[in-house]
């Protein structure tokens, strides 16, 4: 694609100013919702600060994909070429079955796919991604070692109180400090996350230690009773990520950091194909996570106070949208705040919070559909599954998320005009 696929487009595409239009605004968390955040209002002529609690910002090592409804929005704000070059665009990907590692399902994607739908999907580690966000944002934005405590707004702006003693004020607070955020807590009450019954060891593999078995730019997706594991290349292709899903384990915590056993995760996948098995015990690192999920909200924006990302919307990750639906926000959200003066800004959060919570609503749904899905046991459901694998590319050439990218929520901003 070329450079001009990156300019902010004519269809709702973010509004820029010369100047900031003195609304200010501060994002309290530093993951990839908050920073996409920044990085878009601060292209719409917003002043925007981050704060984030951890000193310096834990950039932690899962992978994860991001699908093309996403990466065209990011390259809306000009960042496309920089994520192509941390990221992997991959060219198929494969459902296979559990035990024999027989093909269901080959989705073809690379430069026709991405064609189709005007932007890749590209696979991250999530520091690099995370790394070149903060890289992206002017020196100063980002204030680390912040750890928001309260909120008291009024009808002027909104009071941030940190654990230090300081204070500061804002016209607009976003609270996007994640799946245990504690700013939604205040908001809403004392609904808290729960623990979906799915346990994701996630590991990392050297190139070299598993180009022989996975030389392709190929997603594979091994799918079975109660069990997925799937293996991408990540890391401009240096590394193999491999996440391994569990349901109904016998361990429950949510972290990105804590680490897995292998030993532990092979008894999990004892009888799968030996190649999935094999790429398990090439991996120099591995982490164990359990997926914990938010229920949904009847409200988002709570006057001049609104959620982003996991703090709204945590979902199942079976549908690869978690961060992807984090970008939307961010994206959605810079746009109903272009160009808005500090007494307009409740009424544009109501209009951020219509054009999104549909949308993530839905993901959320079809998420936890998709794993059920992919953990049926052997049986009659797993054979009308397999079948309908077999003809899908017939209506959807593009594989199964194929409505899912194709989405576009610039077309969502332009209907609540």
Request: contains cysteine.
């Amino acid at each position: 694609m070329s450079d001009a696929a990156e300019q902010p487009a004519d269809r709702g595409g973010l509004r820029s100013t010369d100047a900031p239009t003195g609304l200010r605004v501060a994002v309290v968390g530093a993951g990839i919702g908050g920073l996409t955040a920044a990085i878009a209002l601060a292209r719409a002529g917003i002043h925007v600060e981050v704060f984030e609690q951890a000193q310096p910002i834990a950039t932690v090592g899962a992978q994860f994909s991001i699908g093309p409804n996403a990466t065209r929005l990011l390259g809306a704000l000009g960042l496309l070429e920089r994520l192509r070059t941390i990221g992997v665009r991959p060219e198929a990907v494969e459902h296979l079955r559990w035990d024999d590692g027989s093909l269901l399902l080959r989705t073809p994607l690379g430069a026709a796919a991405e064609e189709h739908f005007g932007a890749p999907q590209l696979d991250f580690l999530r520091s690099d991604l995370q790394q070149m966000l903060l890289d992206s944002l002017p020196a100063g934005v980002v204030v680390t070692g912040a750890l928001v405590t309260a909120l008291e707004q009024d009808d002027e702006g909104v009071s941030i109180l940190f654990a230090k003693g300081e204070r500061r004020r804002a016209d607009v607070v976003v609270a996007a400090d994640g799946i245990r955020s504690s700013l939604r807590q205040q908001l809403v009450g004392t609904d808290v996350p729960v623990f979906s019954g799915t346990v994701v060891y996630r590991g990392l593999a050297h190139r070299a230690a598993v180009v022989a078995l996975h030389a392709e730019p190929v997603s594979r997706y091994w799918v079975g009773p109660q069990r997925h594991g799937v293996a991408y290349w990540i890391a401009s292709g240096r590394l193999l990520g491999l996440a391994a899903a569990v349901r109904h384990a016998e361990w429950s915590r949510e972290s990105w950091t804590d680490p897995g056993d292998l030993e532990e995760l092979l008894g999990y996948f004892d009888g799968w194909h030996p190649p999935l098995l094999e790429r398990m015990r090439r991996c120099h690192a591995l982490l164990r996570s359990a997926v914990f999920v938010r229920a949904p909200l009847e409200h988002w924006s709570y006057g001049r106070i609104t959620l982003l990302g996991d703090a709204a919307h945590a979902m199942e990750p079976f549908n690869a949208q978690g961060a992807a639906q984090a970008i939307e926000d961010a994206f959605v959200l810079a746009q109903c705040l272009a160009g808005v003066m500090s007494e307009e800004a409740v009424p544009a959060l109501r209009r951020y919070e219509r054009v999104r919570m549909g949308r993530a609503g839905e993901l959320q749904q079809s998420s936890a559909a998709a794993a059920n899905e992919f953990y049926l046991p052997d049986g009659r459901q797993q054979r009308e599954r397999d079948a309908r694998y077999a003809g899908l590319l017939e209506t959807q050439p593009w594989g199964l998320r194929q409505h899912f990218w194709e989405h576009d929520v610039r077309d969502d901003l332009a209907a609540t005009r």
